[in-house]
């Protein structure tokens, strides 16, 4: 055995490993991107984990070390039970959670380094090692922000007081000052760990509570890629080269999602950290129908949606709390028994995190070719019969195209509002988390059922299969 963690420890064949590892998990990555490969890439990425998780153990010569294994069986056991217990509605807020995890590892590495290092001084092992502490904190304690926000255990909207941007500036200088001024002068290990933790925690949480609920898919994403960070710090801290990598390609790989989510919602990520994209506004409008009929239109929505050849369907978030996919997977099928095309309209922040629609209509069979990206079913639109909108709300808001000055214009949306007609499966007629007013319900081809999704969908397939 020492001999297989000698020739292990050579550095050329760390490297090689290293490289193979890493080469694996960004393959896993490249056939996620594709749908009738994703399964697959997501198996080849968790077994290559697996095997980094093994040449660690036995490069460090630490396979005897029976601790360990007590609690990678209560990690597995207890990871197993979470994957079956949690339902598809509560993915977000696992997966928040599972990035906060990502942060404390490295916050725990950081701390083991510290003590570590402190023996012979080494200002890069100091430095790095207090920088994982720091991020890794803001990671935890913004992710377990993120997850009671996802979970409505506290307000989804956007929380501030008097002088917030201020405080969470000064708590970014102060840890700033703290890695950069902690080598040179002369502290108490334990000082520089206590402060670090609460400054980084203070400015993790205030940090998360300003980001409304309407932002969280990017506030996720961003969470994601500073696990990473954390993660690759960490492995700098302790000189663990396969750390630094794939902890690297996690940091790097939310990066990019956060700013596609951006792009595709137009907003600069500056704005979103800072909460200027969420307002709190009431609106005057009044509920207008809970049942299958419309003061909106005179014609019958039977008779429209029985008539029609092409539909498109929205689902939202809205769908999502009501777990109405089994429905909507029922109506589809109506719709297509009719003669009828259906399409689904998948908006890139629908729900609260990406690709949160795509997995809540995976789970009831929904063809994954029967899914568009907005940018490719746009201009279909104006050519369909009917557009079914399943508790959707910014997303479909045509404020987003002319009312300048909202939390919501400039963001491309889908242009629901120029289908023939449009059915509306809506909770109310409140505005969404942007708490700009939507002026698609005021148009004269709306039909609108309004209430809780999983009855009113209910009650709208009871009403087609009678007629």
Same mark, same amino acid.
């Given at each position: ?41 997501n ?8 095997l980094?998780?093994?040449?660690t ?11 360990l ?5 209560i ?9 079956? %217990?949690?339902?598809?509605? %509560? ?29 012979? =001084?080494?200002? $890069? ?12 904190m803001?990671?935890f ?13 506290? &307000?989804?909207?956007? $929380?501030? $007081?008097?002088? =917030? ?28 760990i ?9 400015f993790?949480?205030? $940090?998360?509570? &300003? ?14 890629s ?21 902890a ?14 951006? &792009? ?34 005179? %014609? ?8 029609? %050849? ?26 297509? &028994? ?8 998948? =908006? ?27 940018d ?21 808001n ?18 629901v ?27 004269? =081809? ?21 007629n």
């Amino acid at each position: 055995m020492n001999n297989l963690v000698d020739f292990l420890n050579t550095p050329v064949v760390q490297y090689v490993i290293s490289g193979i590892l890493v080469l694996l998990v960004m393959y896993g990555i490249y056939l996620m991107g594709k749908v009738k490969s994703a399964r697959l890439g997501n198996a080849i990425s968790a077994l290559s984990m697996l095997l980094a998780v093994i040449f660690t153990l036995i490069s460090n010569d630490i396979l005897d070390v029976w601790q360990l294994y007590v609690f990678l069986f209560i990690g597995l056991l207890l990871s197993g039970w979470i994957a079956v %217990k949690t339902s598809m509605i %509560k993915t977000p807020q696992l997966v928040a959670t599972l990035n906060g995890f990502g942060g404390l590892a490295s916050v725990i590495v950081g701390l083991f380094a510290l003590y570590e290092i402190g023996a012979d =001084h080494s200002v $890069f092992g100091q430095i790095t090692a207090i920088i994982a502490l720091v991020v890794g904190m803001h990671t935890f304690v913004g992710s377990v922000v993120a997850a009671l926000k996802l979970a409505q255990k506290i &307000k989804q909207k956007s $929380f501030s $007081f008097k002088h =917030h941007t201020l405080i969470l500036t000064v708590l970014l200088v102060l840890m700033i000052a703290l890695i950069v001024v902690s080598p040179l002068i002369e502290l108490n290990l334990i000082v520089i760990i206590f402060v670090g933790l609460v400054i980084s925690a203070l400015f993790g949480a205030l $940090f998360t509570l &300003k980001i409304g609920g309407a932002d969280m898919p990017i506030a996720i994403s961003l969470l994601n890629s500073l696990s990473g960070v954390a993660g690759a710090i960490s492995g700098l801290a302790i000189g663990n080269v396969l750390l630094v990598s794939i902890a690297g390609i996690v940091g790097a790989s939310g990066l990019l999602l956060t700013q596609i989510m951006c &792009k595709a919602m137009n907003r600069r990520l500056l704005d979103i950290l800072l909460g200027k994209t969420s307002v709190s506004t009431q609106t005057n409008q009044k509920p207008v129908a809970t049942e299958v009929k419309t003061d909106a239109s005179t %014609k019958d929505p039977i008779k429209v949606i029985k008539e029609a %050849k092409k539909v498109i369907i929205i689902p939202g978030y809205g769908m999502a709390i009501a777990q109405a996919q089994f429905l909507v997977k029922e109506l589809a099928d109506l719709i297509k &028994k009719n003669g009828a095309s259906v399409k689904f309209a998948i =908006h890139p922040v629908a729900g609260r995190m990406p690709g949160h629609m795509n997995v809540l209509l995976a789970e009831v069979d929904i063809d994954y070719d029967d899914l568009y990206e907005m940018d490719t079913i746009n201009h279909e639109f104006k050519d369909s019969d009917v557009a079914i909108v399943i508790g959707a709300n910014d997303v479909i808001n045509p404020a987003a195209r002319d009312k300048e000055g909202t939390p919501i214009y400039g963001m491309p949306i889908l242009n629901v509002d120029e289908a023939k007609q449009v059915f509306i499966f809506n909770y109310d007629l409140k505005p969404g988390y942007s708490g700009v007013n939507n002026s698609l319900y005021q148009k004269n =081809h709306v039909h609108f059922f309004l209430g809780n999704a999983k009855e009113t969908l209910s009650i709208f397939i009871g009403e087609m299969k009678k007629n």
